[in-house]
């Protein structure tokens, strides 16, 4: 019966999810899974790439925490439009906290919906939430064997950005390590370093964003014009 019960909820969080894609397909708004250890930058790197994005791509973010408001208030400082989702004791986001969350934006307009999921590198790593794309940050300050000892959330990513790579030199980190693990695990994910600090990688990681945005809703896109 327990397994038959946890099924079930695996099936349901994969509809719900494949609704909250198509949804946000349709609309012509790239979806990005944001993933990492607490404390590696996701917010930091959000707000530079919003602001750098806003010019011309209005984005919106759901942002998953167990409690507070912070990190929503300061991304709303840049973002066209925000919806915190607090999980209680819950460590990530389901597709049905995404829809919910989805229901309180207006996607008309919108390029870019970042999902900002709750810190954790184990549990999100299985749950669909309906993104078109994943991206693991993996910051300096928690060493460099990050990559080998949770392969399964690596495995999912579709760009891996290195943050917090102003503090390299300091911490003596030992980037090519992260590499060669990489090389085993997952070789189709980008490797970007970044520090939303110097601003360094923050280029090349918005020209991934709009390239991945032109191939997955692109074609949607041209065809309704």
Same mark, same amino acid.
Do not use: C, M, N, R
């Given at each position: 019966m327990q397994i038959r019960v946890v099924q079930n909820v695996l099936e349901k969080n994969k509809t719900v999810a494949c609704e909250n894609r198509d949804r946000l397909t349709i609309s012509g708004v790239l979806c990005m899974n944001v993933l990492s250890a607490p404390g590696s930058g996701k917010t930091s790197l959000l707000q530079k790439t919003i602001a750098r994005l806003n010019e011309e791509h209005p984005c919106a973010v759901l942002v998953g925490d167990l409690q507070t408001t912070r990190d929503a208030e300061r991304l709303a400082d840049v973002s066209a439009q925000v919806v915190q989702i607090n999980t209680g004791r819950g460590c990530h986001l389901t597709a049905s906290q995404v829809e919910a969350g989805l229901n309180e934006l207006n996607l008309d307009g919108l390029s870019f919906v970042f999902i900002e999921n709750v810190g954790n590198m184990v549990c999100p790593a299985g749950f669909d939430l309906g993104e078109h794309a994943r991206a693991i940050l993996l910051s300096t300050p928690e060493?460099? &064997?990050?990559?080998?000892?949770?392969? /399964?959330?690596?495995?999912?990513? &579709?760009?891996?950005?290195?943050?917090? /790579?102003?503090?390299?030199?300091?911490?003596?980190?030992?980037?090519q390590q992260v590499s060669e693990d990489l090389e085993r695990i997952n070789t189709r994910a980008p490797l970007i370093e970044v520090s939303a600090k110097t601003n360094v990688g923050i280029e090349p990681w918005v020209q991934w964003l709009l390239e991945n945005r032109s191939k997955r809703v692109g074609g949607l896109l041209a065809s309704s014009t």
């Open positions: 060493g460099s &064997d990050k990559v080998a000892k949770y392969p /399964i959330l690596f495995q999912t990513a &579709d760009v891996i950005l290195l943050s917090k /790579i102003d503090l390299s030199e300091v911490l003596e980190y030992h980037s």
